[in-house]
């Protein structure tokens, strides 16, 4: 079994209020580019039945089942997704950061999905 990890234990994040966005997920310390700081389990769900929070990937919708689902958009994102959906024992999500994250500078990734960052690879 994997040992949870408490929010206000977690290594790299924090929630806080995000002005105009209601909760947000924050670095808790300077984060470096490429770093994965996140992986999230994530359960599969049939696209009608749900319209927010849902990620699409292969052709599967999902839901990210922690801290990952209240990652703000951002049309200038600092981090994205990559998803694990042929593992069917534990599917995952992990978001990475494509640029440094200060401390304090709220992480955010584009729901849009139309245009990647570079070196982005999906």
């Known amino acids: ?5 408490l929010l206000n234990q977690h290594e790299y994040l924090s929630i806080k209020l995000s002005k105009g966005k209601g909760r947000g997920v924050f670095a808790r310390k ?12 994530i359960v599969f769900i049939p696209k009608r039945e749900m ?8 052709k599967k919708t999902f839901v990210a089942m922690g801290i ?3 990652i703000n958009h951002s049309a200038r994102p600092n981090c994205f997704w990559e998803a694990d959906v042929k593992n069917k024992t534990n599917p995952t999500i992990s978001f990475k950061t494509f640029k440094k994250v200060k401390a304090g500078e709220e992480l955010l990734h584009d729901y849009l999905w139309g245009e990647y960052p570079e070196g982005f690879d999906y």
């Open 1 to 5: 079994m994997t040992d949870v990890t």
């Open 30 to 41: 300077d984060i470096a580019k490429g770093t994965v700081f996140l992986v999230d389990p």
């Open 51 to 58: 319209s927010n929070y849902i990620f699409e990937h292969a």
């Open 68 to 70: 990952g689902s209240i």
